[in-house]
């Protein structure tokens, strides 16, 4: 998050805030998710494991690629979700503003066999390790889903952009909602399982609840 400026103490207030009415919505679980530490700091929580939707539009560009996309064949299968380990990090090309912005999340392969990721993820805003305050945030999916084919130890990504965070202090949201900090993410995958992410600098803040997702990638955005 640039200059850490949107205050955890509003964040925590706001998470609070939505915790009932989360408990009554049906939102990502991440039950099956791998975390790689069983009891996360809310003042600095550490990336540890990973969301679905679908649909069509355009999709990122950039550098390395270390899965394949394209067919892959009857004989890989679908990542299952502990063959895979998550983080996060703020994305270089995001939105202007104080906020989280624009985050990449990354999924590798543990395994010693390939295995294929394809889709667009569903999201929830969360806190550390409570699936009960999970609040599940609007999902806009841009761009065509293809299956990415990852060899043991390789490497795939999808890129959430949130709705900025503007102003200085506590931050401001342009249509005039509250800004609401999350200390962690849970990322979902079409058959491939919830993963609950936390940023590697800061915490996610966002405006209004609502993100566009990239499906996941060969292609390493920016």
Known sequence: MQK?????????????????????????????????????????????????????????????STGTS?????SVKTCAPNSLKA???????????????????????????????????????????SPELNVPLQVTPVGSASPVKLAPGAQAWLKLTFVQVQ???????????APVVYPTMVIDLPNSGAHQVALDDGQFAECDGTLTATAVTATKPS
């Open 167 to 177: 102003g200085e202090g506590d931050g401001y949201c342009e249509s005039g909602s």
């Open 4 to 64: 850490s400026s949107i205050s955890i103490r509003r964040g925590a207030m706001a998470v609070a805030a939505v915790s009932v009415a989360a408990a009554m919505m049906t939102g990502c679980q991440p039950g099956d998710a791998e975390t790689g530490s069983d009891d996360v700091s809310s003042t600095a929580p550490t990336a540890t494991s990973s969301s679905p939707a679908s649909s069509p539009v355009s999709s990122p560009a950039s550098s390395t």
């Open 87 to 129: 983080s996060a990090y703020q994305a270089a090309d995001r939105p202007t503003g104080t906020g989280t912005g624009a985050a990449i999340v990354q999924f590798t392969n543990t395994t010693a066999k390939p295995c294929v990721l394809q889709g667009h993820p569903t999201v929830a805003g969360a806190a550390n390790g």
């Open 70 to 74: 394209g067919s892959t064949g009857t």
